[in-house]
């Protein structure tokens, strides 16, 4: 088969992201800009925000994507970009951009690009794959700020979702968490710094919801924490507000209690899994919340000792990036899974 480049647009949420993926050399590029700093002051991800943003920069990143894989538009085969889920006015700038790349291109030369539209689940479902070959079937649970979700992976594109929250994501517990105890957004990476320095001892004991399957929820441990904090006096519901700003001590507990939960939590899932899905080779941990070394060692050791392979992406292919929507889009290439201008986006999965 000929060997292909396949260019990848990632605008779902807060990231504008471009990678070239080369079908038979793997990942060359992976670029980004992180709208992070823009929407740290409103706590939390501000939709007009981020579309204007989008537009600001996806013509610049997308360059920069293609220079550092040291090729030139005119090379790249086909253009895999994120149609959804995600916020509709962020995934139409990718989309339009995409678009316009391929329609140019087709009126210019008729061979064309090819427009792939890529599910940005699928997307971190097979992140793993930028660095590992890992054997089907396998289970993969997707944990980011706007999902949370387990799976049973068959092969590329072949996969179901055996598990998923029934509210709120894991990675949303330590953003919303976070925010009820002045930490800055987002509230992953803060949380486990501030559980680090307190060892990872569970304090609270926050509630474990046992009896739903596979599934997660995740909206019931905010509010036990916002009770929690009422009862030590350290939460107002009349002003909405933390109310001992400069209780370190509370904070590195709440901080230590939540992630040692949320870290039973995916444990007693994957138990769960295991026992229901004994003939898989590996397990996958990716999505934003995979950057956690803690809640990754964890996983890591049950994993293996159920025999399982245990695979989770680098930092930098776990929160979004366009290198996975790439690798998505390349293997859809691969099977003829082609879109055509008709396109369009949605929020929902
Ligand atoms: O995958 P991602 O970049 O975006 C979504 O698709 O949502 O994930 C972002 C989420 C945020 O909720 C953030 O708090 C969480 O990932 N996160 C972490 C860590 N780093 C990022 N959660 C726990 N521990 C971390 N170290
Ligand atoms: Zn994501």
Do not use: W
Request: glycine letters at 8%; aromatic letters at 10%; hydrophobic letters at 40%.
């Amino acid at each position: 088969m000929k060997h292909y480049l396949t260019l990848g647009i990632e605008t779902s949420c807060d990231e504008t992201a471009a990678a070239v993926y080369d079908s038979e050399r793997g990942i060359l590029s992976n670029k980004l800009f992180s709208q992070i700093d823009l929407h740290r002051i409103y706590g939390g991800v501000v939709p007009e925000v981020a579309s204007r943003s989008h537009l600001e920069k996806i013509n610049l990143i997308v360059q920069e994507a293609l220079d550092a894989a040291g090729v030139k538009l005119e090379d790249i085969d086909n253009i895999a970009v994120t149609s959804n889920p995600g916020l509709a006015g962020s995934l139409l700038v990718g989309l339009c951009f995409a678009k316009g790349i391929a329609s140019f291109d087709s009126a210019q030369d008729e061979r064309g690009k090819k427009l792939i539209g890529v599910n940005h689940l699928e997307g971190h479902a097979f992140s793993a794959f930028l660095e590992y070959d890992i054997p089907f079937p396998h289970l993969c649970l997707t944990a980011s700020g706007g999902h949370t979700a387990l799976y049973l992976v068959r092969d590329f594109g072949d996969y179901q979702v055996i598990g998923q929250t029934l509210d709120d994501a894991a990675g949303e517990a330590f953003d919303k968490v976070a925010k009820l105890i002045n930490l800055p957004y987002p509230g992953g990476p803060v949380i486990e710094k501030l559980a680090r320095e307190m060892e990872f001892k569970d304090f609270f004991n926050y509630p474990r919801n046992k009896d739903i399957g596979l599934d997660f929820s995740f909206s019931g441990l905010k509010t036990a924490v916002l009770y929690d904090l009422v009862k030590r006096n350290a939460y107002s519901m009349e002003t909405k507000k933390f109310t001992q700003p400069d209780n370190e001590q509370l904070k590195k507990e709440v901080a230590s209690s939540l992630l040692v939960c949320i870290a039973d939590i995916f444990e007693q899932k994957l138990e769960r899994a295991f026992a229901q899905y004994p003939h898989v080779k590996a397990f996958t941990f990716v999505g934003g919340v995979a950057c956690n070394k803690y809640i990754k060692e964890r996983l890591r050791i049950l994993a293996e000792k159920r025999g399982k392979a245990f695979f989770s992406p680098s930092p930098q292919y776990c929160t979004d990036n366009a290198a996975m929507i790439a690798l998505v889009g390349n293997y859809k290439a691969k099977q003829g899974k082609f879109s055509d201008l008709s396109l369009d986006v949605f929020e929902s999965e």
